[in-house]
């Protein structure tokens, strides 16, 4: 059965956003778009918006535009996932949470973490430069580096992909249970 109450908006810069997006819009059977590509009246007619996006510096990519239309959107239900390359430990969720879910947004958003994929080798100009000045700072730090630091450092190694169709049960398993009043179950 499909939800046509529901839209997925992704805004993808190395992939894993847009493959996670495209799996959640296969389980759901709802629309999905690239969030550059949508306008706001047309997401007017949704009851809920799963926002995902990459996470930078702990800021999901093109979040923050749809944050600033919070205020007409403010009766949907908005899920943001955020996929990045970190271990998901409690401490890195609650940087993500707080960066990108402030005042109001705290209450009305729910947030999800799944983990996507890492190559040096592919990373655009300004991304790489940024992490090369990460790994340096990390490699010439004076104390002991925290296990997250370790994780990074070994990530310039090689290439990662850490997408996984099974992580999407926990978003599944939460819209099935607000979904559960209109007896419309999701497949996990």
Avoid: P, Q
């Amino acid at each position: 059965m499909a939800f046509e109450n529901v839209v997925i908006l992704y805004k993808s810069k190395y992939g894993s956003s847009k493959k996670y997006a495209s799996w959640i819009k296969d389980e759901l059977k709802c629309d999905m778009f690239e969030k550059d590509k949508v306008f706001l009246k047309d997401l007017k007619k949704y009851d809920s918006i799963i926002y995902v996006g990459g996470v930078y510096s702990n800021s999901v990519n093109g979040f923050d535009s749809l944050v600033k239309k919070f205020d007409e959107l403010i009766n949907k239900e908005i899920i943001l996932v955020a996929v990045g390359f970190s271990l998901g430990n409690e401490n890195e969720i609650n940087k993500i949470k707080d960066f990108n879910l402030k005042d109001a947004l705290k209450n009305n958003v729910t947030l999800f973490y799944l983990r996507g994929g890492f190559d040096f080798e592919k990373l655009k100009f300004f991304d790489k430069t940024a992490m090369k000045l990460l790994r340096n700072r990390l490699v010439n730090k004076s104390r002991a580096l925290t296990e997250e630091e370790r994780f990074l450092l070994s990530c310039y190694e090689k290439s990662h992909d850490w997408t996984n169709k099974k992580s999407l049960d926990k978003i599944l398993d939460y819209i099935n249970k607000k979904t559960i009043k209109t007896k419309i179950k999701v497949k996990c």
